[in-house]
Structures are given as C-alpha cells and as structure tokens.
C-alpha cells in the first residue's frame, strides 16, 4: 500500500469480496439478479400501495418508505459493487468514497428509523385499536417520517464532516464499498474522536430505536395474554408477523456482526455482515410483506387482474 498524505489522495482502491477470480463471473450473475430482483420486488411494493385504496394506512405508508429506502439502500453499493466485478477496476474517487459512505449510513439509520415507526404502529393497532385512526393520523405519521429523515441525515453527516479532515496513510479499502470503519483504519490521524461519535451514534440510531421495537412488542404480547384466544393470537401474527420477520433479519445481522465470535478473519466478517444487510435483507423485504400479508396479496392479484384484462 502507498504511503501518503490526504491531500495526494485523489482514489482509494476497493479490494471487493473475498472471492476467487475465476468465480467472479459467477458471483457477477448472481448479485447482478439479486438487486434486479431488490430494485423491481420493493418498487412492486411501492406500486401496489399507490394504486390500491384499501392499503391507503399508516402500516402501508410506512412500508411504502422503508421498499423506497431498501431500494437507494442497495443502490448505494451493489451496483459499483458490480462494475468493479465486471471491469476489475477497483479504484473509487475519493469524493465519491465519501459520498458512498455518507449515503450507506443515511440509509442505515434510516431503516432503524422507520422499522421502529413500524414498530410503534403496531403498538397502537392492537393495544389502542379504538382510538387508532385518531392517533395514527396522517400528520402524527408524515412527522415521523420527516423526523427519520433528519436525524438520519444529521447522524450521517457527523461521521462525513469529522472524517474530512483527516490524512490517510494508504489508499487500500479491505471491504468492497467505502465503509466508515474502513476507511479509518487507513487515517494517520487521531481518530478517538470519530470512534466516541460512532460509539454515540450507534446508541442513539441502533440501540435506542431496538430498545423501543422491543418495548412496543412487550406491550403488544402483554395485551395478547390478557384475552388469550386462538384468534386473537392469529390476528397479532397476522399484523405484526411481517414487521418482526423483517426486524428480526435486520438486527440479527447486526448481533451476528458484533457478538458472535467467527473462524473467520475480522474484516471477511465484516464483509460478509454487510452483505447481509445491503444485499439479502433488502431482496427479501417484499417477499416477506407479499407471502404474509393477505392485504398485499390482494392487492397484487387486483393488479395481475387489472393487466389481464388490459392486454
């Protein structure tokens, strides 16, 4: 690796997936697949929401943001992903590494943002169904939405403002898209104060937003076993299993990631990890919410029927 300072930094090089070279070909198919299935399955979602009245709530409004968000998620890394694959050209400018990074932790947080307005939803639908309509009413869940959006954004450009100033001793990134940690491990510079700023980021846009997912679901189970029914039981599964598939995906990577000791290298870990979330959670998002949810299903055989017709 090249030894120098940040201002003879004009690319930083993405050594990409821990694969074999004659398996790339392979691994270009299969990724190439999976976020054109990414992209269509969660704008199907986005669609289907648009155009059918029944599914104009609060659970759909939010689903309808977090297809959005799983869409520019993947986008942010899979498809320079694909062309350094392709091309073998694994360089990357350093503005658009920056760039790279500030978007994947934007839509990072965001996920955790809206999974957790997902979450709170759900509380008031099955602890408060009376007066559900009153308090999730349009403006209560547009402001979440727009709160999401901020602190998202707020929390991602604190890492990118503390990581511009810093000098770079080599320009090699162990991982296949600009992560934070990453890239800091290529700084000469004193990082602590971004390490104290990931560490309060992290409470404040993960731990935070899963302690209250947690908290809403112990309301909703306490509320379950007050009236204990087969369908009532049925009906809690029905309107929450979907959102908890999803969370229990999203956040059991991240556990997997960070406490679950592996053989394998930190950084293929890592990699791994990260494929997990920017890959596979977003291509199975609209599978899980299509193949639980009696709704969207009813939804797309209305549209299925509707082309039918047309054509």
């Given at each position: 690796?090249?030894?120098?300072?940040?201002?003879?930094?004009?690319?930083?090089?993405?050594?990409?997936?821990?694969?074999?070279?004659?398996?790339?070909?392979?691994?270009?198919?299969?990724?190439?697949?999976?976020?054109?299935?990414?992209?269509?399955?969660?704008?199907?979602?986005?669609?289907?929401?648009?155009?059918?009245?029944?599914?104009?709530?609060?659970?759909?409004?939010?689903?309808?943001?977090?297809?959005?968000?799983?869409?520019?998620?993947?986008?942010?890394?899979?498809?320079?992903?694909?062309?350094?694959?392709?091309?073998?050209?694994?360089?990357?400018?350093?503005?658009?590494?920056?760039?790279?990074?500030?978007?994947?932790?934007?839509?990072?947080?965001?996920?955790?943002f809206l999974l957790t307005s997902m979450a709170y939803d759900r509380y008031v639908?099955?602890?408060?169904?009376?007066?559900?309509?009153?308090?999730?009413?349009?403006?209560?869940?547009?402001?979440?939405?727009?709160?999401?959006?901020?602190?998202?954004?707020?929390?991602?450009?604190?890492?990118?403002?503390?990581?511009?100033?810093?000098?770079?001793?080599?320009?090699?990134?162990?991982?296949?898209?600009?992560?934070?940690?990453?890239?800091?491990?290529?700084?000469?510079?004193?990082?602590?104060?971004?390490?104290?700023?990931?560490?309060?980021?992290?409470?404040?846009?993960?731990?935070?937003?899963?302690?209250?997912?947690?908290?809403?679901?112990?309301?909703?189970?306490?509320?379950?076993?007050k009236v204990p029914s087969t369908r009532g039981i049925c009906k809690a599964l029905?309107?929450?299993?979907?959102?908890?598939?999803?969370?229990?995906?999203?956040?059991?990577?991240?556990?997997?990631?960070?406490?679950?000791?592996?053989?394998?290298?930190?950084?293929?870990?890592?990699?791994?990890?990260?494929?997990?979330?920017?890959?596979?959670?977003?291509?199975?998002?609209?599978?899980?919410?299509?193949?639980?949810?009696?709704?969207?299903?009813?939804?797309?055989?209305?549209?299925?029927?509707?082309?039918?017709?047309?054509?």
């Open positions: 690796m090249r030894r120098e300072n940040q201002s003879s930094v004009s690319e930083f090089l993405l050594l990409g997936l821990p694969i074999q070279p004659g398996q790339q070909g392979v691994f270009f198919t299969l990724f190439l697949g999976m976020y054109l299935t990414t992209v269509l399955g969660n704008l199907l979602i986005i669609l289907l929401i648009r155009l059918d009245s029944r599914l104009h709530t609060p659970m759909y409004f939010f689903l309808s943001h977090l297809a959005l968000t799983d869409i520019s998620f993947s986008s942010v890394t899979v498809p320079k992903m694909l062309i350094n694959m392709q091309t073998q050209d694994q360089s990357i400018p350093y503005a658009g590494c920056i760039a790279q990074m500030y978007f994947f932790i934007f839509f990072t947080d965001l996920d955790n639908a099955i602890c408060h169904p009376l007066h559900y309509m009153t308090i999730m009413r349009e403006g209560l869940c547009t402001l979440l939405v727009a709160i999401s959006w901020i602190l998202s954004c707020a929390s991602a450009l604190s890492h990118t403002l503390l990581l511009a100033p810093l000098s770079f001793c080599a320009d090699t990134v162990h991982h296949f898209f600009c992560d934070l940690g990453a890239l800091l491990k290529l700084s000469c510079s004193d990082i602590s104060l971004n390490e104290l700023v990931i560490f309060t980021a992290g409470v404040a846009v993960i731990t935070i937003p899963l302690m209250c997912i947690l908290i809403s679901y112990g309301f909703i189970g306490a509320t379950i076993l029905s309107t929450c299993g979907s959102h908890l598939s999803v969370v229990f995906l999203y956040y059991g990577t991240i556990i997997w990631l960070y406490f679950v000791p592996s053989s394998s290298t930190s950084s293929d870990k890592n990699i791994i990890a990260s494929v997990m979330y920017t890959v596979v959670t977003p291509l199975l998002n609209p599978f899980i919410y299509s193949l639980r949810n009696r709704d969207m299903k009813g939804a797309l055989e209305k549209l299925f029927n509707r082309v039918t017709v047309l054509s």
